[in-house]
Nanobody, 119 residues
Framework: QVLLIESGGGLEQPGGSLRLSCTAS????????MGWFRQAPGKEREFVAG????????NYADSVKGRFTISRENARNTAYLQMNSLKPEDTAVYYC????????????WGQGTQVTVSS
């Protein structure tokens, strides 16, 4: 089991940027996928972005394409979510998660970090 710890949330104005970090408690095998999810008040948790620890393809929710970028720094066991051109509707608790590739269930979850976009 790997512990995931998010950081980097906060309050930002519309149009601004934030970078979230997700640090794993131990090196994560390349056959793991890593994802970012978010949950706004009164809404279900939704997928935001995903990638592989070993590199390769990335994928994004349509609502964040062109604005958010997922990346990773394996030497630091850390994944990032760069969020640009933030909108009020991006306000949510953001979670990072990990799972073995080709398995349907995300098995490891962080505690979440609050992102608020407001003027």
């Amino acid at each position: 089991q790997v512990l995931l710890i998010e950081s980097g949330g906060g309050l930002e104005q519309p149009g601004g940027s934030l970078r979230l970090s997700c640090t794993a408690s131990r090196p994560t095998p390349n056959f793991y996928a890593m994802g970012w999810f978010r949950q706004a008040p009164g809404k279900e948790r939704e997928f935001v972005a995903g990638t592989l620890w070993g590199g390769g393809t990335t994928n994004y929710a349509d609502s964040v394409k062109g604005r958010f970028t997922i990346s990773r720094e394996n030497a630091r066991n850390t994944a990032y979510l760069q969020m640009n051109s933030l909108k009020p509707e991006d306000t949510a608790v953001y979670y990072c998660a990990a799972k073995k590739v080709k398995t349907p269930t995300w098995t490891e979850w962080g505690q979440g970090t609050q992102v608020t976009v407001s003027s």
